[in-house]
Structure formats: structure tokens, C-alpha cells
């Protein structure tokens, strides 16, 4: 099996460097991790006051073209508190992380609180931590009397997911009918053991519930009423958008040409080989079992059908082995007993994905059950002019374009087959290929971007703050 890629990519020039630091310090999902070339990723424990004293307020210069220009701008000065039930690489707390950075970019004061909160500090939370600090985000307890003040002086509290809401009754208790109709629901959970009333008894009252689909929207309305018997707020559905600084990498033929050379010398492959990749944890929901059986039909039926295309790979970026867990050892098993060792590439999980992006041909958003419930990195694949071969469910159905800027095929075992053929087609039609992928980008362009995402969630606060002020004076 080829080995993992290798961390660090050669500089090559001057300008090279400026895309060094951006891929290798952003994560795709926000752009918090933009740092300047000299700056230290991590300051030592004993600078934390230091740092956050440094990084209270933005630069003014920020904060001037952000009011001014900035559809946040009303922001500026309102105290924000944001609630996320994990700081972690995954989806949810890093799409609430961005909103905390482009709210610091016009001026809000921003807390956060993770709850629950481990006791024990591994290295992405002390990192991630450390990247709000430096950034002028407030890092507090959950308990205490600290951030029960700061709850009732807050203009708004954003709660992150559904498990979020566990901490409403845990640490505000009786002062929670206080703080109810300043909060905003920012759900983004599809499964359903999410639908819990002790997490969600309290979303009926709450000032708004937003949304990244239109599927996950219609989703929980309908289940709220039918399993829990409570009713959805009013209900705002926001779609994602890529960073500007992704979008200048994608856009940056010279860096996508040195990153896919790099990147596919690291794992093994030659520049004319055909790279389909899965970039996402590796957990059943999001189908890397199916993924791989899927591309060892595609195999099958090219051999059996003896068409002339180039090798064929499959690269799963989201793989720890360090957790060993029972899937992941159930995915390196299945490669080893049908013989495809040389064929499939696990690459250990990272934030840098868009390396990866640069690297393959075709990006499959393989979630099941309901799907995902927008799925980021379908746009950013999008934005680098990469096909989508995606499940039709969730919110890849409102982001892909089917026989447009993709291919759509069933959740579940049916879709094994559809998604092998599908395979087979872009690896044989390289034009179409091609085309489907400069129509998504066309798309990302039309809506996916970060402004699109700034003006959306801005109209959103904006009523969800004069609900909060009409309540207060009543």
C-alpha cells in the first residue's frame, strides 16, 4: 500500500512560499489559520495572556474596510457568544470557528465555550484554542458564573448543533428564559439519534434555527413534529461558500500544477494516472466501504470490457490508524484480500486538503443514509474544476448539478454499481470530465463563495437581533 503523502512540500521560489503558507496553515473550511510566514503556529503555554492581550481587538484597518464595506458591518461592537458541544477538526466546530473570525474581522466581540468540554487538552484543541486567542476570541469555561454573565449581556448566542443544547440547562438553569430569545440554532446534524428532547426541548422558543440545506431544513421540520412533538422555529437555510484564499489557490495554475506533482509523487502515482478520491473522516456514514467496493467494479468492468484508459486509483484522505478503529481496519482488509494494494492510497487526516484538491481528477461525496447535510468540500473540489461523482441526498442534491457539474447515484448498496459506472464514464469521456468540472466552478462562482455566505448569514443576524431587541422592550 503506498505510504502516506509527505507533510511539507519543497519551496521552490518567492512566490511559492505564498502558497505554502496558505495551504499548509488554512484550513478549507475557514480561514483562521492564515498566519504570517514568520509567526509561530503554537505560542508557548506561559504567553497565553500575552497573546490574547495582543490579539484583543482586530486591526483597525480590518475593522475600518469591514464596517464600511463588510455585510457584517452591523456587528461591530456586539458581543457574540458562540456554543459548540466539541472543538475538533470536524465539520461543525470549524464552520462555527469561521463565523467567530469573519465576526472578529468587523469589529463583535466574540467568546467561546466548548461544552462539555474534556478535561484532558490533546493537541488540536490546545491548537485550535490557541489560533482563537491569537485571532481575539475569548476562550472561557462553559460553567461558572463567568459565562452565565456573559450569556445574559450578549446581543446574540449561537448554539453549534443539536448536541449544543445540552448546556442550557446544565449551567443556565433557571436563567434560561432569559437568554432564549437571543439565540440563534445553527444545526447541522442529518442523523437521526440527534432528535432528542433533552437536546432540542428547548429549540421552539429559541429566536431562530439556521440551516446549511434545504433537505436538512424540511428534514428536522418534519421530524420535530412528528417523533418529538415540538415545533421548528423560524427557519433559515445558509449555504456555505469557499474562502477567498482557497479560491486564489484554485484559481493559481502555477501552484495547482506544482501541488498535484508533489502530492502525487508523495503517494506513489504518476502525472498521467487517474486519481478518484473521498476525502472525509473515515466513519461508515460517509461510504468509504461502498467507495472502494465501487471502484474495484469500475476495475472489473474495464477489464472486462477492455477499454483503454489511464490507472486508475483511489485515494481515501481522513484515514487514523492511530485511533484503530474497527472500520478503518475493515477498509485496509478489503484492498488486501481483493489484491489492490498498489491502486488505493490512505492518507492520514489532515486540514490541508487542498493539496489533495490539486492532486486528483474526480472528487465522490459518498455519504449515506440521509447524506450530508451541505458537505464543504464538494464546493471547494468544485472551485479546483473537479468533477463531483456525489450521493443524491442531502445537500450535495442543492450544491451538484446532476449530468452537469456531476453525477448523482443512490445511498446504500444500490449505488455500488451506478458509482462504479460512473466511474468508468469519466475516466473514458476526458472531455466531459473537463467540462463538468469548469461548470462547477462556474457554479462556486455563481453562489459557493465566502461573500455569498457573509450576505447570507448577515441577513439572518440582523433579524434575529431586532427579534431579540422588539422582545427585550416588550
Known amino acids: 500500500m503506498a505510504k502516506p503523502a509527505a507533510g511539507w512540500i519543497p ?22 489559520f492564515i498566519r504570517g510566514a514568520s509567526t509561530p503556529c503554537d505560542p508557548p503555554r506561559n504567553g497565553l495572556a500575552a497573546s490574547v492581550g ?17 455585510p457584517l458591518g452591523f456587528m461591530r461592537t456586539k458581543l457574540v457568544l458562540l456554543v459548540s458541544h466539541e472543538l475538533s477538526l470536524s465539520g461543525g466546530p470549524l464552520l462555527l470557528m469561521e463565523l467567530a473570525f469573519l465576526l472578529r474581522i468587523v469589529g463583535s466581540r466574540v467568546v467561546w465555550i466548548t461544552y462539555p468540554k474534556s478535561e484532558e487538552t490533546n493537541e488540536v ?68 439519534h440527534y432528535f432528542k428532547l433533552e437536546y432540542v426541548k428547548h429549540l421552539p ?49 502555477v501552484a495547482r500544477r506544482v501541488l498535484r506533482e508533489h502530492i502525487r509523487e508523495s503517494i506513489g502515482v504518476r502525472s498521467g494516472d487517474l486519481l478518484f478520491a473521498i476525502i472525509n473522516s473515515v466513519s461508515r456514514g460517509k461510504g468509504q466501504d461502498l467507495f472502494l467496493h465501487s471502484f474495484h467494479e469500475s476495475l ?27 472500520f478503518e481496519t475493515e477498509l485496509r482488509d478489503f484492498v488486501f484480500k481483493r489484491g489492490i494494494q498498489d491502486r488505493v492510497h490512505f492518507v492520514n487526516k489532515t ?10 481528477d474526480v472528487l465522490v461525496q459518498n455519504s449515506q443514509a440521509r447524506g450530508e447535510c451541505f458537505g464543504r ?33 443512490p445511498v446504500r448498496k444500490e449505488g455500488v454499481i451506478l458509482l462504479a459506472k460512473n466511474m468508468v464514464k469519466l475516466a473514458t469521456h ?43 422592550r416588550s
Open 11 to 32: 519551496l521552490l521560489n518567492k512566490r511559492f512560499v505564498l502558497f505554502v503558507v496558505v495551504i499548509l496553515s488554512v484550513s478549507t473550511v475557514f480561514v483562521c
Open 205 to 253: 422558543f429559541v429566536a431562530g434555527a439556521m440551516i446549511d440545506s434545504h433537505t436538512t431544513a424540511e428534514y428536522w421540520k418534519i421530524r420535530t413534529r412528528d417523533r418529538l412533538k415540538i415545533q421548528m422555529p423560524e427557519t433559515y437555510v445558509v449555504h456555505l461558500g469557499n474562502s477567498k484564499e482557497l479560491m486564489e489557490v484554485a484559481e493559481d495554475s
Open 125 to 192: 484543541t490546545y491548537s485550535l484554542e490557541h489560533k482563537m486567542l491569537n485571532r481575539g476570541v475569548q476562550v472561557i469555561s462553559a460553567k461558572g458564573q463567568e459565562v452565565i454573565d456573559t450569556a445574559l449581556k450578549a446581543d446574540l448566542v449561537i448554539l453549534n448543533t443539536a448536541v449544543a443544547g445540552k448546556w442550557l440547562d446544565a449551567v443556565l438553569k433557571e436563567r434560561v428564559p432569559q437568554v432564549l430569545p437571543k439565540i440563534l440554532w445553527w444545526i447541522h446534524e442529518m442523523r437521526g
Open 300 to 326: 472489473k468492468l474495464i477489464q472486462e470490457q477492455k477499454l483503454q484508459v489511464p490507472s486508475m486509483h483511489a485515494v481515501i484522505v481522513g484515514s487514523d490508524m492511530n485511533a484503530q478503529t474497527k
Open 351 to 360: 486540514l490541508a486538503v487542498a493539496p489533495y484538491l490539486a492532486a486528483i
Open 430 to 472: 476526458v472531455e466531459r470530465r473537463l467540462t463538468m468540472g469548469k461548470k462547477g466552478y462556474e457554479r462556486v462562482k455563481e453562489r459557493f463563495m465566502e461573500h455569498h455566505m457573509a450576505e447570507r448569514i448577515a441577513l439572518v443576524l440582523k433579524e434575529v437581533l431586532n427579534k431579540s431587541v422588539a422582545h427585550s
Open 377 to 409: 468540500i464538494t464546493i471547494e473540489a468544485m472551485a479546483f474544476q473537479l468533477p463531483v461523482l456525489g450521493t443524491s441526498a442531502g445537500g450535495t442534491t442543492e450544491i451538484v448539478v446532476n449530468g452537469s457539474t456531476g453525477l448523482l447515484h
Open 54 to 70: 495582543r490579539a484583543q481587538l482586530p486591526r483597525t484597518s480590518d475593522v475600518d474596510v469591514g464596517a464600511r464595506k463588510n
